[in-house]
């Protein structure tokens, strides 16, 4: 592995990103296109999610309301990490779970 480069979580991906970028973990885009329609659409809402608190933070300047900004986004960044964990991750360190359905269906042309 090169330094300053993350590895794709998919352990049969060989494409890393910068790590400046992704300093945890990362999962490339192809991989990432090739996750079911939910589990792509959960990941971006809770970043969406996210980035909404960041700009509301930002603009506040009450210190208290603040603070339960940040709370609030703790607790979403802390579901993203769960979804990560289960539903992104998970399913690509399964080798049973290489094609998964969706994917199956997608590339056979039926969906
Ligand atoms: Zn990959």
């Known amino acids: 592995m090169k330094p300053g480069r993350t590895p794709c979580i998919n352990p049969r991906c060989s494409r890393t990103g910068p790590a400046d970028e992704f300093p945890g973990e990362m999962i490339c885009g192809k991989c990432f296109r090739a996750l079911p329609a939910e589990a792509r659409a959960k ?27 940040r709370d609030i986004r703790a607790r979403v960044a802390w579901r993203l990490g769960l979804h990560w964990d ?23 042309g039926l969906s």
């Not at 933070?57 to 603070?67: A, S, V």
Request: glycine fraction near 4%; hydrophobic fraction near 35%; charged fraction near 45%.
């Open 86 to 108: 289960r539903e992104i991750k998970a399913p690509l360190l399964a080798p049973e779970k290489l094609v998964g359905l969706d994917t199956f269906l997608q590339e056979a």
């Open 43 to 69: 990941h971006r809402g809770y970043w969406r999610e996210l980035r909404k608190w960041d700009r509301r933070i930002l603009r506040t300047t009450d210190e208290l309301k603040r603070e339960r900004m």
